[in-house]
């Protein structure tokens, strides 16, 4: 059994089965959760930076956290939707090196456990409307996953384990790019816990070589065979990786946000962030018009 997936947690936000129209038609949508689609009826898209796919009955969708995409039905489309968090102990996401959206076709199997765990979490649904400024606020995510505390701990279980059902289909397919960190040596991932557990700080890669007892140079390019980034614009994309996080879930301000990410300074913190994102963390925030307050 490979150990690696215990590191890997997920938080029901929402689950139900939609019936959609021209109205679900959004652009420059980003959400710090998952979402998985299995498709009844009808036809719709979804298109990312670099890729588009035809929502299509009988197939299953997935689209990562931190995954930018447009929705767009031009008709009708029936939909079962689940809408989850993952919580990882070091921070690194199960997705990390795939942010973009997948299909595969679905089983008999998967519809079974898609009803089911709408069956088993009831008014789960997102009530209030389609659209992603609305319903993306952290009032709601609160209110929703919350609710997961109530549960017993078998129901929780049997969450977690369609949640980890679902998912497991997607991690043959041909676009996720296996996790280099999974078989990296340890020095790398103490390296890789410690910098997601520590964005706040200012970290040295002389300090990180330091840590594991290894020259810098040579801890530089062992970092870079593992996780195909040198520990620098590791370092950087996960404190922008953060900072979006941060400007879509709270009313923090834009110094406050490059201050709990490791910037010296609001001014490299936003240049960092255009160059990573292609917008300044003010036109991201806008794109998204998730301020949490309520409508």
């Known amino acids: 059994m490979n150990k690696q997936i215990i590191k890997y947690s997920f938080r029901l936000l929402n689950v139900d089965y939609a019936k959609l129209n021209h109205r679900w038609n959004f652009e420059n949508v980003i959400s710090p959760y998952y979402r998985i689609y299995y498709i009844d009826e009808g036809s719709g898209f979804i298109t990312g930076l670099n890729h588009s796919l035809k929502l299509l009955p009988g197939y299953l969708y997935l689209i990562p956290s931190f995954t930018i995409c447009n929705l ?7 939909q079962y939707f689940v809408q989850f968090f993952e919580d990882t102990a ?31 979490n009831p008014g789960r649904g997102i009530n209030r409307s ?62 890789v816990s410690y910098i997601n557990i520590n964005l706040g700080s200012k970290i040295k890669v002389s300090q990180l070589a330091g840590m594991v007892n290894l020259n810098p140079d040579y801890f530089a390019r062992l970092f ?20 979006q996080y941060l400007l879509i879930t709270t009313q923090k301000k834009q110094d406050e946000i490059a201050t709990l990410t490791g910037f010296l300074s609001t001014q490299y913190f936003a240049k960092v962030f255009k160059k990573m994102t292609c917008h300044t963390p003010g036109g991201y925030k806008a794109l998204n018009r998730t301020v949490n307050s309520g409508d």
């Open 72 to 78: 767009y039905c031009s008709s009708y489309l029936r």
């Open 90 to 120: 070091d921070g690194t996401s199960l997705f990390a090196t795939s942010r973009k959206c997948m299909q595969v076709q679905a089983t008999a199997a998967d519809i079974a456990t898609f009803k089911r765990l709408i069956e088993i």
């Open 130 to 191: 389609t659209d992603p400024s609305v319903y993306e606020k952290d009032i709601y995510y609160k209110e929703y996953t919350d609710l997961n505390d109530h549960q017993t701990l078998a129901r929780n279980y049997e969450n977690q384990g369609i949640i980890f059902q679902l998912i497991s289909r997607f991690l043959e397919h041909a676009s996720f790019e296996k996790e280099k960190l999974m078989h990296a040596p340890s020095p790398v991932m103490d390296s």
């Open 224 to 243: 870079h065979r593992h996780t195909g980034l040198s520990p620098v614009n590791y370092i950087l994309q996960k404190r922008i990786e953060r900072a």
